[in-house]
């Protein structure tokens, strides 16, 4: 069992910064693949960004990359979301995920493979 907790949620303006991260506890952290997702209001989920169980393998969807860095530290087990050049579309409930994998495991962007979730956090892009 992973329990996952995010913070770093807040207004920012376009163009501005913020740092999600996302504090696990439970067993085995290293042992699990890592990600976050998106809602929107009136919006599916969205796959934002994952990385691998050692941090060697990361993937984003297109509309983040180059502006949002996802990292990890498995000692302090945290996962962490740098967001960098927001936009007013970035606005969604930001959530962490964990799914327990193989070290050669590839990475998976869809939300059903996910067996823990945060309960997520705001992040509102506006002036």
């Known amino acids: 069992q992973v329990q996952l907790v995010e913070s770093g949620g807040g207004l920012v303006q376009p163009g501005g910064s913020l740092t999600h991260s996302c504090a696990a506890s439970g067993a085995m952290f290293s042992r699990h693949a890592m990600a976050w997702f998106r809602q929107a209001p009136g919006k599916a989920d969205e796959f934002v960004a994952t990385i691998s169980r050692n941090g060697g393998r990361l993937d984003y969807a297109d509309s983040v990359k180059g502006r949002f860095t996802i990292s990890r530290d498995d000692g302090k087990k945290t996962v962490t979301l740098q967001m960098d050049n927001l936009k007013p579309e970035d606005t969604a409930l930001y959530s962490c995920?964990?799914?327990?994998?193989?070290?050669?495991?590839?990475?998976?962007?869809?939300?059903?493979?996910?067996?823990?979730w945060g309960r997520g956090t705001q992040v509102t892009v506006s002036t």
């Open positions: 995920a964990a799914r327990h994998t193989i070290l050669t495991a590839p990475n998976s962007r869809a939300s059903q493979d996910y067996a823990y």
